[in-house]
């Protein structure tokens, strides 16, 4: 069975580095706010833009086998998640393609629970169905009339190890 994400998320990676530690958070949440405002530009709501995985560490860079200090680099991670069809995707990468802040930018999709427990009834019962199927086949195959099922166990099997 297959099935097609109802969710998009949306994945936004935004850096900045500066010699200074104030100067690189101060400028990480000026390209936080810019990325907030064209998603909110485009329809989405302050609610929906969640931001995740704060980090602020030295930037140390290598040249000529030497370690050398280049200041701070606060990054944080943006993310949304949308009804996932062509016209949010479009919309979002319409969006950003016209923007000046610098960003990683990559997509998920998942299920939605409600579409899960869905598929997980249609799962069960075109199983069932199947399984009843095939009943009725093996009762064909040994001259057996299979009228009705009057009772299902489940038969758990364990394995015993092999060097015993």
Request: without cysteine.
């Amino acid at each position: 069975m297959a099935i097609n994400p109802d969710v998009g998320i949306l994945n936004i990676t935004i850096d900045k580095i500066d010699l200074d530690f104030s100067h690189s958070i101060n400028g990480l949440n000026s390209k936080s706010q810019d990325i907030t405002d064209q998603l909110k530009k485009i329809g989405f709501k302050q609610s929906a833009i969640r931001t995740d995985k704060f980090n602020v560490r030295k930037n140390t860079v290598y040249r000529n086998n030497k370690s050398i200090d280049s200041g701070y680099k606060a990054t944080q991670q943006i993310q949304l998640e949308f009804k996932n069809d062509q016209k949010n995707i479009s919309k979002i990468l319409d969006q950003f393609s016209k923007g000046s802040t610098e960003f990683n930018l990559n997509f998920d999709f998942k299920l939605s629970d409600s579409l899960k427990v869905s598929v997980q009834k249609q799962i069960i019962r075109l199983a069932t169905e199947d399984a009843f199927e095939k009943a009725k086949l093996i009762s064909s195959a040994s001259n057996i009339n299979l009228i009705k099922i009057n009772e299902i166990k489940m038969l758990v099997i364990k394995a015993k190890n092999a060097n015993h």
